[in-house]
């Protein structure tokens, strides 16, 4: 009887299952229909038999050709995947989270079942996953744990005309895996044709050319550069939407704030025009957009209305969408810049390189003739521009990549197979830095603290943050505060029309002038002692998304410490102790107060100043110490906390020395001295 009962349940179940599974089956055939229409489908079998022949294969391919979405399958079907997984980088996070989503759906499988994506503080994928989509850092940090990468039968380097810090790291160590595992095949895709240099490194691997399906593109120039190239992109915009033939357009922005603004204007003045124009469908695309809202960029355009997508240099090659027939370039890009002598970073917003332009003036041509808009002049391009984009190692601190390649044994780094090497200059620097942090020794080999800073996927400054607090008997507040900083500067929400009040429920969290970290630490165990409170969240005007992901991430953190060993203990009362175990990740970052105002960075003397965000801004404590800096109209430092100055020669004392931090000193002398005795 029982059993009976039970079989009609499974029956019933399975018939409103076999429901959802015909639609699913419509939507699989249709795009099973779809990838056979993709430039890359006449080469497949081609490409198979190379890849079958070669261990190491070079692809090239215009953009939107199918080479990320249709390798993995490819490899899929022909069976390599029963031999391991295959793996595929993607220099962004929403690349590789979107096209595992997109294949997932191709396949007709749950996505983090067969296929999955791995992106730092988010894995979806299981023990079932034979493709898996991941940033190249992901990759990078896999070798840590298998250093022969022992579960994949492929490894495809995706985007690596990027050229990111990972990518590059990443060429050097597979190409070393490859010698000592026959079995692993290894392919470099690239949107460009700088394919030359690819196969020279990879002791000359054959090229395998994809041919793009290019139409024509017409490219405008500005008469004159423009002075404000937002409300240039904006007119822009609003121009082709009321004078072109129906297409989608593409705007080319350098980060979330830019598009925002844009976003909030483009609204206002559509609205204004009301039904004379038809509808224009806006859709933002940037890192840290949710990813409800990432997907909304590839829903076709209703008939009638034109969409027009805001995106970062993620709409550059990482990501395709159909339909455009117009690009909007301002020329643009946001891109970090390193000195090595003074050991700063900043993120500028710079002109792009031609072969970016060239790059952004294709997505207009892909499906039908089409319209770039350069909003600079043609003398610009042609005399302005650079041809390349300099390659992140050559720009970037590299104390990261140094523990890490320490961490796997290769100690040579002057000798590491480098495609593009780094300056030598931030090498040292890196090796310079990481000594300061007690992570390597003298000889510059790998110590414990140095070993367990490594297990941590987070910049060594903060890795070291969180070592430290085991001294200082506070790793439950070290690792909150380094999950709200990771999570970036989306803690707080400000709209437009209760600015007063967001920054009045702010400064509540700074009170007695905590500095922001502890700020940051406040609106954490605020939001704790809630139980994790939605409505909490509202009325202190903090992004509840934001607080999720920072919550995700410390749970992460929190796994990390016991692997390294470290108790979870909480000093919560003792605020010196926590602002020491910051300072011993952040010693490097230490500034004091000048008579005007602003501040010099201790060592390497730089003018900088407090961020107008900070809880400090109107307090200017004697000495600070900041989590980075950002250049705006001045040279920022954001996150800021007071220092006592004894705690750096305490805290590093082969770093600093009593006269760095000599206060008295500088009184008595006359004026202009203190800078004398750095
Ligand atoms: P390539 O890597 O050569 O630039 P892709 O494999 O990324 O090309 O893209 C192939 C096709 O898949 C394009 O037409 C693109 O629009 C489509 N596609 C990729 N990701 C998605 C997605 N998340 N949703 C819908 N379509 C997508
Ligand atoms: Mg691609």
Redesign the pocket.
């Known amino acids: 009887f029982v059993k009976s009962s039970v079989i009609e349940g499974t029956k019933l179940e399975e018939d409103s299952d076999q429901e959802d599974a015909d639609e699913k089956d419509m939507l699989k055939r249709e795009l099973q229909d779809e990838r056979k229409t993709?430039p890359?489908y006449k080469f497949r079998d081609e490409l198979l038999k190379a890849v079958e022949e070669f261990q190491v294969i070079v692809i090239v391919?215009?953009?939107?050709?199918?080479?990320?979405?249709?390798i993995p399958q490819y490899l899929h079907e022909a069976g390599y995947t029963a031999k391991g997984k295959v793996a595929c980088t993607q220099p962004r996070r929403v690349a590789a989270m979107?096209?595992a989503?997109?294949v997932s759906q191709e396949m007709g499988v749950k996505l983090g079942h067969e296929v999955g994506y791995s992106i730092r503080f988010e894995d979806c994928t299981s023990e079932k996953t034979l493709i898996k989509y991941m940033t190249d850092g992901m990759l990078l940090r896999e070798f840590l744990g298998e250093p022969d990468l022992a579960s994949y039968s492929v490894v495809m380097v995706?985007e690596a005309h990027e050229r990111t810090l990972s990518t590059d790291i990443l060429f050097g160590l597979v190409k070393d895996i490859s010698r000592f595992r026959p079995d692993l095949k290894l392919l470099i895709s690239s949107?460009t044709l700088d394919a030359e240099k690819f196969s020279d490194y990879f002791d000359s691997a054959p090229i395998f050319k994809i041919p793009g399906r290019r139409y024509p593109v017409e490219v405008h120039y500005t008469k004159a550069p423009e002075a404000d190239y937002i409300d240039a992109a904006i007119v822009t915009v609003l121009q082709i939407h009321v004078t072109q033939s129906p297409g989608d357009i593409l705007v080319f922005l350098t980060g979330q704030e830019e598009i925002e603004t844009i976003d909030e204007i483009l609204k206002h003045r559509t609205r204004g025009l009301g039904t004379k124009i038809a509808e224009l469908l806006i859709c933002p695309i940037y890192a840290n957009l949710p990813t409800e809202l990432q997907?909304k960029i590839?829903e076709p355009t209703p008939e009638g209305a034109r969409k027009v997508v805001l995106a970062t240099n993620i709409a550059e090659?990482s990501?395709?969408?159909?339909g455009i027939k117009y690009v909007v370039d301002p020329g643009f890009c946001k891109i970090k810049s390193y000195n090595p002598r003074t050991g700063m970073e900043s993120l500028l917003i710079n002109p792009i390189s031609k072969a970016s332009a060239n790059q952004r003036a294709g997505r207009s041509g892909r499906t039908g003739p089409g319209k770039c808009f350069r909003l600079y002049t043609s003398y610009n391009y042609m005399h302005d521009l650079e041809d390349n984009t300099v390659p992140e190692i050559q720009r970037t601190n590299l104390a990261n990549v140094v523990l890490t390649l320490k961490s796997l044994g290769i100690h040579d780094l002057v000798n590491f197979d480098f495609m593009d090497p780094p300056p030598s200059e931030a090498l040292l620097k890196a090796l310079e830095q990481l000594f300061a942090l007690s992570a390597l020794n003298s000889r510059g080999e790998l110590t414990k603290t140095g070993r367990r800073m490594a297990e941590f996927p987070l910049d060594p400054m903060l890795s070291k943050m969180l070592v430290a607090s085991e001294k200082y008997k506070c790793s439950d507040e070290a690792i909150s505060i380094a999950s709200m900083l990771s999570v970036g500067n989306s803690i707080f929400y400000r709209p437009k029309d209760k600015q007063v009040h967001a920054d009045n429920a702010r400064l509540n969290f700074h009170t007695g002038n905590v500095g922001d970290h502890i700020a940051l630490l406040n609106v954490y165990n605020s939001w704790r002692e809630t139980d994790y409170s939605t409505q909490w969240c509202y009325e202190n005007y903090i992004q509840v998304r934001s607080m999720k992901r920072a919550r995700d991430i410390r749970d992460q953190l929190e796994g990390l410490l016991e692997r390294v060993e470290i108790e979870v203990s909480s000093n919560a009362s003792d605020l010196d102790a926590i602002k020491k175990a910051i300072t011993s990740g952040f010693f490097h970052h230490s500034a004091r107060l000048q008579k005007n105002g602003s501040y010099r960075t201790v060592k390497n003397p730089q003018t900088v100043f407090i961020h107008p965000s900070s809880g400090l801004a109107q307090v200017l404590p004697r000495w600070a110490i900041y989590h980075e800096l950002v250049l705006t109209t001045k040279e920022y430092m954001r996150q800021v906390t007071e220092l006592k100055p004894d705690w750096l020669v305490e805290i590093a004392p082969h770093y600093y020395q009593l006269k760095d931090v000599d206060d008295a000193g500088s009184k008595k002398l006359p004026k202009g001295e203190g800078r004398a005795a750095l």
Not at 61 to 70: A, D, F, L, N, V
Not at 319 to 322: A, P, R, S
């Open positions: 993709l890359i391919g215009e953009t939107g050709s199918g080479k990320t979405t249709q979107s096209v989503a997109r995706d949107a997907a590839f090659t990501l395709t969408i159909d």
